[in-house]
């Protein structure tokens, strides 16, 4: 059943992104990176979100299936955090010339990226699964805690080259119609994807 | 009677922790050869273009060192502890609140006098002019406790888990950057005018109360097993 909807939504996100989307003033065509960059950097954020939730969970219960579903979330998160960063330096070379110019939303990316590398890196090695769930939990709350500096108050600071059309201070979207709809379409499919592999019984951890 | 209990065991493992540090001088004396040699590498290499360099620049310079000093010996409160074997009669006897107090005002101690010793040592060795010393001091005030905070409850993660020699820089880096970029940009500020208002200081107290506050919860979680 979800698999039908996910087949179903990606057809439809791609073709609104193929052949529907117009042509965005001054970017062209390669707006259509946009269509993939957007969301996969939302879902790079739902996740460590997910993961965080999980990390209280397993803090309170002492469960180690709630440790699993955290550090799944957060395996996920890497690799769509990796696609977001990728997507967002091709298209910033398309665009702005550069692929990196430590834009606030790049550093703030940057940084979740080094978060997930981080808690990955905190959870080699041989410990107990109790002690390593516990610290893995501590980490990724620490983390999500600060996180808010990185996305919303350091773009404050600094400039950046990122349009506004979604997160800004007035709460007006400047975006057509057709465009806010594919980017809703879009987003749509790639929180349930991330979340239909999150519930996926043994893919990427063994289940607890 | 608890609360007279708590202060009693955070003034005991304050004094058990400057004792220490007084012993073996381990902790400030690497903590401070660490940034020297940084800052002379800094002098030494930019000598011919020190007076051209502006004060955003000497600021930044400023932070680097004293970030990549607090990345390799901030952790050292606790896994000293686990070196000597004494984490877990810590663990025993002594209410996590206490510890983590207690070591949150060593690590403070650590790093807010190695600020000031590091700017002193700009002062003489890259001629930087401090207008006004009461907000210079404010922002390293500040900042070093949302440092020391964080670094606290991460130092001691590390030493409750595998203990990996680089496992403290590798964690504790997105944790300190937040803070490290909003004081590279206060400090300017504070250098050069006499400014006290909440828009300046606003997000480093923020940053500070946020972080004391999640580590010291989480710190409870991570001592009783």
């Not at chain 1, 996180?147 to 919303?152: E, K, N, S």
Request: proline fraction near 3%.
């Amino acid at each position: 059943m979800i698999n039908a909807i996910l087949v179903a939504l990606g057809a439809l996100v791609l073709y609104l992104v193929f052949f529907q989307v117009p042509e965005a003033e001054g970017l062209g065509y390669y707006v259509r990176i946009a269509f993939f960059h957007i969301p996969v950097a939302w879902v790079s954020v739902v996740a460590f979100t997910t993961s965080a939730v999980y990390a209280i969970k397993y803090l309170r219960s002492h469960q180690l299936k709630d440790d699993m579903r955290s550090y799944k979330a957060c395996l996920l998160g890497f690799f769509f955090c990796i696609l977001a960063t990728v997507s967002g330096a091709i298209f910033a070379k398309l665009t702005w010339g550069a692929y990196w110019n430590w834009d606030p939303r790049e550093t703030s990316i940057f940084i979740l990226l080094l978060i997930y590398a981080a808690y990955l890196t905190l959870r080699q090695g041989s410990m107990e699964a109790s002690r390593k769930a516990k610290i893995s939990a501590i980490y990724t709350l620490l983390s999500f805690v600060v996180m808010p500096f990185l996305v919303f108050i350091l773009p404050r600071i600094y400039f950046s080259l990122h349009p506004e059309p979604l997160i800004n201070s007035s709460g007006h979207i400047y975006m057509d119609t057709i465009m806010i709809w594919t980017l809703m379409a879009s987003l749509l499919f790639f929180t349930i994807l991330f979340f239909r592999l999150l519930f996926k019984k043994n893919y990427l951890v063994k289940e607890v | 009677m608890l609360r007279s209990s708590l202060l009693h065991n955070v003034g005991i493992l304050i004094k058990k922790e400057l004792q220490m540090e007084m012993r073996s001088k381990s902790g400030l004396m690497s903590f401070l050869q660490f940034s020297f040699i940084s800052l002379f590498l800094v002098s030494i290499s930019m000598n011919a273009v020190a007076s051209s360099m502006s004060l955003e620049l000497l600021v930044a310079l400023f932070w680097v060192i004293l970030f990549f000093t607090s990345l390799a010996t901030l952790d050292k409160a606790f896994t000293r502890e686990k070196e000597r074997g004494t984490l877990l009669a810590l663990q025993l006897y002594v209410p996590s609140q206490a510890v983590f107090i207690g070591k949150f005002f060593y690590n403070f101690l650590m790093v807010f006098s190695m600020s000031i010793l590091l700017g002193i040592a700009f002062i003489v060795l890259m001629d930087v002019t401090i207008s006004y010393i009461a907000p210079s001091l404010l922002v390293f005030f500040l900042g070093d406790i949302g440092i020391a905070a964080a670094g606290t409850l991460l130092g001691a993660l590390v030493s409750f888990s595998h203990n990996d020699n680089y496992l403290f820089a590798i964690i504790s880096f997105p944790i300190f950057l937040p803070i490290f970029l909003l004081l590279i940009q206060v400090t300017t500020i504070a250098l050069t005018s006499p400014d006290y208002s909440f828009q300046t200081y606003g997000l480093i107290v923020a940053y500070d109360v946020i972080v004391l506050v999640a580590s010291s919860i989480l710190f409870d979680y991570l001592w009783y097993e």
